[in-house]
Every structure is written in C-alpha cells, then in structure tokens.
C-alpha cells in the first residue's frame, strides 16, 4: 500500500490551519496571542485557555495503557469523529466507495452518506463471520476503506482473526478495525500489530468499558503518517479542556475500571445463562462484548414494545441483515439484568 495515494489529492496539497497553539506551546506570563479571554470564565470555573490541539498528556497515558507510541495515537470526539475523518481522508465525494460488512454499526454508512460516498455491502454468514467468498470480495474491491467491526455491533462476536489478517494482507485500501467493545473480548487488540500491517487503523473508544460516553472520547490507532494525515485535517480544538482533564482523571482509575469491566463481563455470562430458560427466547448469540444479540420468538417487536411498556428500553434490530426476530440487550446494573429476565418471564404471549 502506497499512503500518499490513498489520500485525497487535496487533502495532500492543502497547507493545515495553524492555530495559536500550534505555534506557541507552553505558557507564557502573558499571553495574548489567540483572542482568548485573560480575566477569565463565567460559571465559575477557568476555560478561558484554549486546550492542547494535540492532547499530549491523555496520549502519553493511552500510549502507556496501549503500549503504541505517541505518534500512534489520534484522539477525537467520540470514535465517530474518526470514522468521518478517515473517510474525508481517503474518499472523494460521488467518486470513490467504502466497504461494510453488515450487519454492522450504523454510523459508517451515515458517515458516507453525509460525504457523497458510495457504499458497498458484503454481508457477513449467518452466523455473522466472513465467508472465504465474502474474502475474495472484499480483496477485489475498489474501496478506500473497509470497516470491520469487531467484536462486531450488533452482533457481538469477535470476526475470526484469520479472517481479518487474510483482510489486512490482500485490501488495497485502509482497514479499520473498530474494536469499541474490545474491553470486554476475549482476544487480544489489532492495536499489537500495528507494526505488521501499515495499512491498519484500530478504533477503541472511552465510551463503553470507561464508561464515559457522555464526554466524547474515542482513539485511533494507525502509522505515524497515518495519524499525521488526521491531525491534518481534525478541527484544531477538537477534544475540549474538560475531556482531557477528565480522561487523565478516567486513565489514573484503572482499579475502578477493571471493577466495572469485570462486573460487566459476570453480567454478561449470568445473562447469557438464564436468557435460554425464557420460553420466547429462542436464540442468544455468543457475545464478546457488553450486549447480547437474542432471537426471539414469535414476535421480537411485540417483545420490545412489551418492554417498553414496563419502562425497560433495549434495541430493536430486527430490521438490521441477518437480525430477523432479534433485540439487542445492554448489560446493566445486576439489579437491571434481573428486571430484564423477570419482564421477559412474565412476558404474556
Ligand atoms: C459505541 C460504538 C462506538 C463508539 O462511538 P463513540 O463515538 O466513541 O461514542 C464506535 N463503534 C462502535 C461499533 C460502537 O458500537
């Protein structure tokens, strides 16, 4: 794989915005270079000061946690502003496509959608893996980028890594392993062998297992020249001075973290365990993430709007491919796994 050609023209020539703080780093006593505000913030606490455009100190921790270089590492606001990133990277608008293998997260076909970019699908089996014909398709395709997702949304399973090297070792394009669940997995990250493919991005997020989706956090792992394209082309202040104190903060309470993450994974199992002796439940699906993808019977929507009725929200994916019948079911608080499995006992159908 030749990076250069792989992204777009004018995003190779364009000169990036240089900001106040890429030009001046550190503090001065004074400073009154960026139209800032020196007396200060209302509401009390100080933002006056625009935050580092290159979180250099959550990076240096998840470089740390990752065990990848700085250099390795772009932050966004949420993984999502990676995935519109990597795809204005590589794709022109009505010209050039991008790979999914549904049934599969939402937010890359919206992502396309939004830029002009074409879509092409190659579903996965039904037991939502790649078939070797599906390989062969995904290696003789145009596309830029292809999105694997794994552990897969709305799935759950972890797509069999020989399939996903066969993938790195023949696409001519980016592959983007989006491993937002791999907290929860049973297999190591992609992120171990950046080295090997350089046509490799790994996106993971602070949304799930940290359990911060209300601040907006997500990390992709790639080549040095890979990231540099995207802080390139990021807004300049992309993730805020908040995010990134709270994320040190997050990064700090790992004992905190693997408490959650463990009581998550016992929730997981537990209802994964009992979900089979409910009598609509006609199928769960393996999960090596913080959800279940169960089948039910006879009718998944009449079982969502049963539980909806009872005040309990989960997701109707029964329209999704290859996910006739199913809901996807969050792990919550033990005591909301219980709620869950006693509505659905009761459920009266
Ligand atoms: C939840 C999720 C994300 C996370 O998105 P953020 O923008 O980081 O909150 C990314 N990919 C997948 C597959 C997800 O399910």
């Known amino acids: 794989m030749n990076l250069d050609e792989l992204i777009r023209p004018n995003v190779r020539a364009m000169k990036p915005y240089a900001s106040a703080r890429d030009e001046f780093q550190g503090t001065a006593q004074v400073m009154l270079d960026a139209n800032e505000n020196s007396l200060g913030s209302v509401g009390g606490q100080a933002f006056n000061r625009y935050p580092d455009p290159l979180q250099r100190a959550v990076k240096a921790e998840v470089a740390r946690l990752k065990q990848v270089g700085p250099g ?16 204005r990277l590589t794709c022109v608008p009505a010209r050039d496509s991008i790979l ?7 937010m890359y076909e919206v992502a396309a959608n939004l830029n002009d970019v074409a879509i092409e699908r190659v579903p996965l089996t039904a037991d939502f893996q790649l078939s070797d014909d599906a390989i062969t398709k995904v290696l003789a395709s145009p596309a830029k ?12 399973n972890l797509l069999h890594a020989a399939a996903v090297e066969r993938i790195l070792r023949g696409f001519p394009g980016l592959v983007v392993v989006d491993e937002a669940y791999s907290d929860f997995a049973a297999a190591p990250s992609w992120t171990s062998r950046l080295a090997e493919f350089e046509n490799l991005v790994v996106l993971q997020t602070f949304s799930k297992a940290w359990g911060l989706a209300g601040l907006r956090l997500g990390m992709a792992f790639a080549s040095p020249a890979l990231i540099g394209y995207l802080n390139k082309i990021k807004p300049p202040y992309n993730v805020s001075e908040t995010t990134q104190q709270h994320a040190l903060a997050g990064l700090a309470d790992t004992t905190g973290f693997e408490q959650m993450r463990r009581a998550l994974l016992a929730g997981r199992e537990q209802l994964a365990a009992a979900l089979p002796a409910v009598g609509i439940v006609e199928h769960v699906f393996p999960s090596d993430a913080n959800f279940l993808l169960v089948r039910f019977r006879p009718d998944a929507t009449a079982v969502y709007e049963y539980l909806l009725g009872r005040g309990i929200v989960v997701r109707n994916r029964t329209t ?8 996807r079911l969050t792990v919550g608080t033990p005591a909301e796994n219980q709620q869950l499995l006693a509505a659905l006992h009761q459920y009266p159908g």
């Open 72 to 87: 390795q590492i772009f932050l966004g606001n949420g993984s999502d502003e990676a995935i519109d990133l990597l795809l």
């Open 320 to 327: 999704q491919p290859g996910c006739a019948g199913c809901l």
């Open 145 to 156: 980028l292809v999105f694997v997702c794994s552990p897969n949304n709305p799935t759950g």
């Open 100 to 106: 999914i293998l549904p049934p599969t997260y939402g």
